[in-house]
């Protein structure tokens, strides 16, 4: 999994995996039957020990805070310093030649189905809190998945997890809350925004 993760599925040689492994070429392709399914079962892996936020994530009652906990938890798991940055998925599909086109399509299959569930839970909860605004559940949906996929790029690249944070909260400033303002009124007691005014006409002013 570290290997395909570093280099891709493409840039990983037989080579590399045997040294990962400590499995001879031969014991490799007994075992996992060729490298593509070696990579898939790398994958699986991949998802079951990285992408649980998702499953919380998608588990949250509101438009805004699923997509905040997503974006959060991809930007930590994208610099995660336990195992090489950015995504697996990603770093697998960004390179692949003309043999390897099936895969691609695959992993590229993979995250629009991903794309999908978020979509499905941004219009089960659209309900309970503001969506995206002049945005459609799937729109939303697609601007979250952009977001998660620069931030991969971003983070092989080499920028921080404080960076990409910082990212998280600029690009979520156009999603509104939906938490109602104090109405307090202007001659409410204590209130120190009025304290100091003087009533217009006051004969001391």
Same mark, same amino acid.
Not at 80 to 88: A, E, K, L, R
């Given at each position: 999994?570290m290997? /395909? ?10 080579f590399d995996?045997m040294?990962?492994t400590g499995l ?8 996992f039957?060729?490298k593509? !399914?070696? /990579?898939?079962?790398a994958?699986e892996?991949y998802k079951? !020990?990285?992408?649980?936020f998702?499953e919380?994530a998608?588990?949250l ?10 974006l959060?938890?991809e930007a !930590?798991?994208?610099t995660? &310093?336990?195992? &090489?940055?950015?995504?697996?998925e ?7 030649s ?10 590229v ?7 999908r569930?978020l979509?499905?839970? /941004?219009r089960l909860?659209?309900?309970?809190? &503001?969506?995206? &605004?002049?945005?459609?559940p +799937?729109e ?7 977001l998660?996929q ?16 910082k990212?998280v909260e ?6 509104p809350?939906? +938490?109602?303002?104090p109405?307090r ?5 204590g209130?120190?925004?009025? +304290?100091?005014?003087v009533?217009?006409g006051?004969?001391?002013?």
């Open positions: 999994m290997v /395909f993760w570093q280099k891709g599925y493409e840039g990983a040689s037989i995996l040294a990962a001879k070429k031969s014991s490799i392709y007994k075992a039957n060729s593509e !399914d070696l /990579f898939w079962k994958n892996l079951t !020990d990285h992408l649980g998702i919380e998608l588990k009652s509101k438009p805004r805070d699923i997509a905040m906990a997503m959060v938890g !930590d798991m994208h995660d &310093p336990v195992h &090489p940055p950015g995504c697996f990603t770093n697998g599909a960004l390179a692949c003309d043999e390897t086109q099936e895969l691609q399509r695959a992993l299959e993979s995250r629009f189905n991903f794309q569930r979509a499905k839970a /941004f909860t659209s309900e309970n809190g &503001p969506m995206l &605004p002049n945005a459609t +799937e939303a949906a697609s601007f979250v998945f952009t998660i620069g931030m991969a790029v971003q983070a092989k690249a080499g920028l921080s997890r404080a960076e990409l944070h990212f600029l690009a979520m400033l156009g999603w809350s939906g +938490e109602a303002r109405n009124s202007s001659r409410q007691l209130d120190p925004s009025r +304290e100091n005014l009533p217009i006051d004969s001391n002013s």
